[in-house]
């Protein structure tokens, strides 16, 4: 059974960093696609970005390339989302998720999620 936890979220200011990391167990990851998601409060949950565990490829929202950058560490089974120029839009619930196969966009083809963690950027 996949099980995920998210974790390094808090309250940060406009124009900070924050690096978010998910723990994934309970199988190998080798041919599967691990995703961030984030739902600000009254919003839908929305894609951030994903990463292929095998070959490293990954995939963005368009809206977050380029201040977002996703990567894993396979020895350690995680899975990270660095966030950087961090702004008030960016508050949300951060969740990490995992779907055998390719990335895609859409959270009803992730089979697998995680609690997530928090991120409040104050302006």
């Known amino acids: 059974q996949v099980q995920l936890v998210e974790s390094g979220g808090g309250m940060v200011q406009t124009g900070d960093s924050l690096r978010l990391s998910c723990a994934a167990s309970?199988?190998?990851?080798?041919?599967?696609?691990m995703g961030w998601f984030r739902q600000a409060p009254g919003k839908e949950r929305e894609f951030v970005a994903a990463?292929?565990?095998?070959?490293?490829?990954?995939a963005y929202s368009p809206s977050l390339k380029g201040r977002f950058t996703i990567s894993r560490d396979d020895a350690k089974s995680t899975m990270y989302l660095q966030m950087n120029s961090l702004k008030p839009e960016d508050t949300a619930v951060y969740y990490c998720?995992?779907?055998?196969?390719?990335?895609?966009?859409?959270?009803?083809?992730?089979?697998?999620w995680g609690q997530g963690t928090q991120v409040t950027v104050s302006s």
């Open positions: 998720a995992a779907r055998r196969g390719l990335p895609r966009p859409s959270l009803s083809e992730y089979e697998n």
């Open positions: 309970g199988r190998s990851f080798t041919s599967y696609t």
């Open positions: 990463i292929v565990w095998g070959d490293g490829s990954t």
